[in-house]
């Protein structure tokens, strides 16, 4: 069913919230990532709210597809987008890397109904994915797999090791977003260890290759469609994000890969981001 503007501004909105479920968390933990998440809010909408084929009520349903998020430090943005697709309450959110917490800084399966692996070291994730795919395909099922990872953690042999497996085998039931934001905690992704051409090295390894931006919840969306439409290889999505977005003080700086916001931060952002959405602006508190 197509998408209305409609359902595209719902989406939009829904983002935004996101975003700001995001600092409040961040805030009160006192720790954790910020860019990363905040620039991933958008492709976290989708995916919960418009193309996963899912069950907040039931989260462990067979039927369900399955989402991998490979690089574990910005899953902030997974539990906002859990707690208001309503997985649990919104405000459990404010309890993130507390001792005793279910929400912990990176993703523990066991602690959370909803997420389908624990991650932390990088790399791991799209060999997971694959691994799933693949079973699924044994099994004659019709699950599709979401595999989510950073382009810093192409950097890394095993998801190479995973490329390769996944273009062997051909697993058009699996697709991987890269969130292509251009930093990691180094610094600038070309200055570390440089990329491109990053899409020509997935056709080469036999994957069908989109761009999109990242922001553009209607084109992502579209991306995601014409992956199902691809019946003889897996499908990468590399997503141009911009790290920190919403906050434009902090926008594409990578000294915000693992920092938090203080405080005061987090009531000018929460500004921000409530300026740019139209809304009235209340103290953070």
Not at 10 to 30: D, H
Not at 143 to 155: A, I, P, T
């Amino acid at each position: 069913m197509a998408l209305t503007d409609s359902d595209i501004s719902q989406l939009e909105n829904t983002a935004e919230e996101i975003r700001e479920t995001i600092i409040s968390m961040l805030v009160a933990a006192g720790s954790g990532h910020t860019a990363g998440p905040l620039g991933m809010a958008d492709i976290f909408t989708a995916f919960y709210f418009h193309i996963l084929k899912h069950d907040p009520l039931h989260p462990d349903d067979a039927d369900r597809d399955r989402l991998i998020l490979s690089n574990g430090h910005i899953v902030p943005v997974r539990y906002a987008a859990m707690a208001h697709a309503g997985y649990f309450d919104v405000l459990e959110c404010a309890t993130l890397r507390q001792f005793g917490s279910r929400l912990q800084g990176h993703p523990e399966r066991l602690r959370l109904p909803g997420l389908e692996t624990t991650s932390g070291p990088l790399g791991e994730g799209l060999s997971q994915a694959s691994g799933m795919a693949y079973a699924f395909r044994m099994d004659e099922k019709k699950n599709r797999v979401y595999c989510l990872m950073s382009d810093g953690e192409q950097d890394e042999g095993n998801i190479w090791e995973a490329v390769m497996f996944a273009g062997k085998y051909r697993l058009s039931n699996l697709t991987a977003v890269m969130d292509r934001n251009n930093i990691q905690i180094d610094g600038m992704t070309e200055d570390v260890m440089s990329l491109e051409p990053i899409a020509d090295k997935y056709r080469a390894f036999n994957w069908h290759v989109i761009e999109v931006d990242g922001h553009n919840v209607r084109q992502f969306i579209e991306a995601i469609d014409e992956a199902k439409a691809v019946v003889e290889k897996p499908t990468i999505i590399i997503a141009h994000t911009i790290p920190g977005k919403g906050v434009p003080e902090i926008e594409g700086d990578y000294r915000w890969h693992g920092k938090p916001p203080t405080k005061e931060e987090a009531q000018r952002f929460l500004k921000e981001i409530r300026t740019m959405n139209g809304k009235v602006t209340q103290e953070y508190a």
